[in-house]
C-alpha cells in the first residue's frame, strides 16, 4: 500500500475514476481540493517534472479549448503563473508519493510508480462528464 496525496477538481467524474483505481489497488489517497490549494511556482512545478509545458494544461479546461490560452505559446513561467490564478488550467490529477510528483493520469505509468490492478476499462486523464462506469473499477 502507498500513501498518495491526490489533488483533485471536486467533482470531476474522471477524477472520481482515477481514485476507484487507486483504492481497488490497494492504496491510501488523502484527496485534496486542486483548486483550493494555495499554489506557488515553487510548489506546482515539481509536478510537471520533464514533460513539455503543453503536457502541463488541462487540454478541457475551458480557456484552453477556446484558444484563449495556448499551451504552446507560454514559457513555463508564465504557465505556472498562469496556473496559479486559474487552477482550472492545471491537468490532473496531480499526485504526490513521498518526493516524487506527476500531473495527469497516464494508467501505464502509474502502474510503473505504484502499482495498479488490472482493470477492463482503461482509466486516463481526459475530461468525463459522466460517472456512470466509476464502479468498474472498484
Same mark, same amino acid.
Given at each position: 500500500?502507498?500513501?498518495?496525496?491526490?489533488?483533485?477538481?471536486?467533482?470531476?467524474?474522471?477524477?472520481?475514476?482515477?481514485?476507484? &483505481?487507486?483504492?481497488? *489497488?490497494?492504496?491510501?489517497?488523502? +484527496?485534496?481540493? &486542486?483548486?483550493?490549494? /494555495?499554489?506557488?511556482?515553487? *510548489?506546482?512545478? /515539481?509536478?510537471?517534472?520533464?514533460?513539455?509545458?503543453?503536457?502541463?494544461?488541462?487540454?478541457?479546461? %475551458? =480557456?484552453?479549448?477556446?484558444?484563449? +490560452?495556448? %499551451?504552446?505559446? +507560454?514559457? /513555463?513561467?508564465?504557465?505556472? @503563473?498562469?496556473?496559479? @490564478?486559474? %487552477?482550472?488550467?492545471?491537468?490532473?490529477?496531480?499526485?504526490?508519493?513521498?518526493?516524487?510528483?506527476?500531473?495527469?493520469?497516464?494508467?501505464?505509468? +502509474?502502474?510503473?510508480?505504484?502499482?495498479?490492478? /488490472?482493470?477492463?476499462? =482503461?482509466?486516463?486523464?481526459?475530461? *468525463? =462528464?459522466?460517472? *456512470?462506469?466509476?464502479?468498474?473499477?472498484?
Amino acid at each position: 500500500m502507498t500513501h498518495v496525496i491526490f489533488y483533485e477538481k471536486p467533482g470531476c467524474a474522471s477524477n472520481a475514476r482515477q481514485k476507484a &483505481l487507486l483504492i481497488a *489497488s490497494g492504496h491510501d489517497l488523502d +484527496v485534496r481540493d &486542486l483548486l483550493a490549494e /494555495p499554489w506557488s511556482p515553487s *510548489s506546482l512545478r /515539481p509536478y510537471f517534472g520533464e514533460k513539455p509545458v503543453r503536457e502541463w494544461f488541462n487540454a478541457a479546461s %475551458p =480557456r484552453v479549448k477556446s484558444g484563449e +490560452v495556448n %499551451p504552446d505559446a +507560454v514559457t /513555463p513561467q508564465e504557465a505556472l @503563473v498562469m496556473m496559479i @490564478v486559474d %487552477p482550472l488550467l492545471i491537468r490532473r490529477p496531480l499526485m504526490r508519493v513521498g518526493a516524487h510528483c506527476e500531473a495527469g493520469f497516464d494508467q501505464e505509468a +502509474v502502474h510503473a510508480w505504484i502499482g495498479l490492478k /488490472p482493470v477492463e476499462k =482503461r482509466v486516463t486523464d481526459s475530461c *468525463s =462528464r459522466a460517472a *456512470s462506469d466509476i464502479s468498474e473499477v472498484a
